[in-house]
């Protein structure tokens, strides 16, 4: 998506649209599957801040919000009833998303990127073996292409392919999952107030044997650490043990050569100073007896790390 994109779907969850602005919002609503997305996935954002200060009493203080005026969306919902439910339409008319809809208009949030990957940057393959560093991709073998395989970058020319659940030296005696990390540095991002680092990634395969299925991973560690303090020895579990949050999510992929996006949040505090990204893909079935799974035709693009705060 484009950052006026961006800026039309924060504008609605804001109530700062004006008429011409919401006409453009219809138009992009009615015509884009990813930003219908992109809008379900930011208004969830205020209920999980407000979850984290459920647990935080210091949080609850912070969340504690001035009292919102008449939004403009409301307004704009009394003059055009019509078009309002339009977008609601769009959105998917569910009972969750209309229970949703009347705090829609007063969420206040600012949502800053802090690293965005559409492997355009010149890297050409994953280094073995668990980061040690915030400056490269690392992890089991995969490399980046153009297109291929009727498969399209989601976004620029390029692509990350998985090409094995093992990487060369490993050896691994038996693995269904191909990983690919990535150590991204918060230090000094993150204020007062509750964030969370929310991690996105896009997957799709090509057309797959009957029978076979796959899965989309992400998940993120917050790590509080210096690197230079990182063990010797160095696995995902020692990332997964000595994080100060963590979540992950998982989704099958469908559809050949379509992107399917996988998004997960976690709270973190001033004291971060890293966030570990694990992306993935799994050979849910057949299960392997023995051997380390060879992808036949798995990508990933646009990898996002973003900090969400209430404003």
Not at 174 to 180: A, H, I, L, N, T
Not at 195 to 201: G, I, K, M, Q
């Amino acid at each position: 998506m484009t950052q006026e994109e961006l800026d039309l779907l924060h504008g609605y969850l804001n109530g700062t649209l004006n008429d011409g602005e919401f006409d453009r919002l219809q138009s992009l609503l009615r015509t884009s599957a990813d930003a219908r997305r992109t809008l379900r996935t930011l208004s969830t954002v205020e209920t999980k801040l407000q979850q984290l200060a459920a647990v935080s009493p210091a949080s609850i203080r912070l969340l504690a919000l001035p009292p919102v005026p008449e939004r403009r969306f409301f307004r704009w919902v009394s003059r055009r009833p019509a078009a309002a439910g339009l977008i609601a339409g769009l959105l998917g008319a569910s009972a969750a998303w209309a229970s949703a809809l009347p705090w829609l208009g007063e969420v206040r949030q600012t949502v800053k990127t802090v690293f965005s990957e559409s492997f355009e940057s010149g890297v050409a393959k994953t280094a073995p073996g668990l980061p040690r560093e915030n400056t490269q991709w690392s992890g089991d073998e995969a490399d980046v292409v153009q297109t291929e395989q009727e498969v399209e970058p989601r976004s620029g020319a390029r692509m990350l392919r998985f090409r094995s659940a093992t990487y060369p030296g490993e050896n691994s005696p038996r693995s269904q999952w191909g990983d690919v990390y990535r150590i991204v540095e918060v230090r000094g991002l993150i204020d007062a107030k509750p964030t969370l680092a929310r991690l996105s990634a896009n997957f799709a395969k090509t057309s797959t044997p009957e029978g076979v299925r796959f899965l989309g991973y992400v998940e993120g560690c917050a790590i509080d650490e210096e690197l230079e303090a990182l063990p010797t020895s160095l696995n995902l579990t020692w990332f997964q043990q000595n994080n100060s949050a963590s979540g992950s999510r998982r989704i099958p992929l469908t559809g050949a050569r379509k992107w399917n996006e996988v998004s997960v949040e976690i709270p973190i505090t001033p004291r971060t100073r890293y966030v570990l990204l694990h992306l993935a893909v799994i050979q849910e079935h057949p299960v392997l007896p023995a051997g380390a799974v060879q992808f036949p035709g798995l990508y990933m693009d646009d990898v996002k790390l973003e900090l969400v705060t209430p404003r």
